[in-house]
């Protein structure tokens, strides 16, 4: 389940399951999502393994 933090309070983005009932008992789980370092996607650059055999390269 994924949420946010306002003001102090944690805004939850999905509705609670119906399991769960007013004055039940919770365990709570936070860990911060790394923001990205950059405002545009980005992707990895990748070499494929066939590329780096040198006969590969310097054949005629």
């Known amino acids: 389940m994924k949420g946010y933090i306002q003001n102090q309070t ?4 999905d509705s609670l399951p ?13 860990i911060p999502i790394k ?11 990748d070499i494929k393994e066939e590329y780096l055999d040198r006969e590969k390269i310097y054949e005629q």
Do not use: A, M, R
């Not at 944690?10 to 983005?13: D, G, K, N, S």
């Not at 119906?18 to 936070?30: F, S």
């Open 10 to 13: 944690i805004i939850l983005q």
């Open 18 to 30: 119906d399991t769960l009932h007013n004055g039940d008992e919770v365990e709570i789980v936070i």
């Open 35 to 45: 923001k990205c370092k950059y405002h545009f996607p980005t992707f990895k650059l």
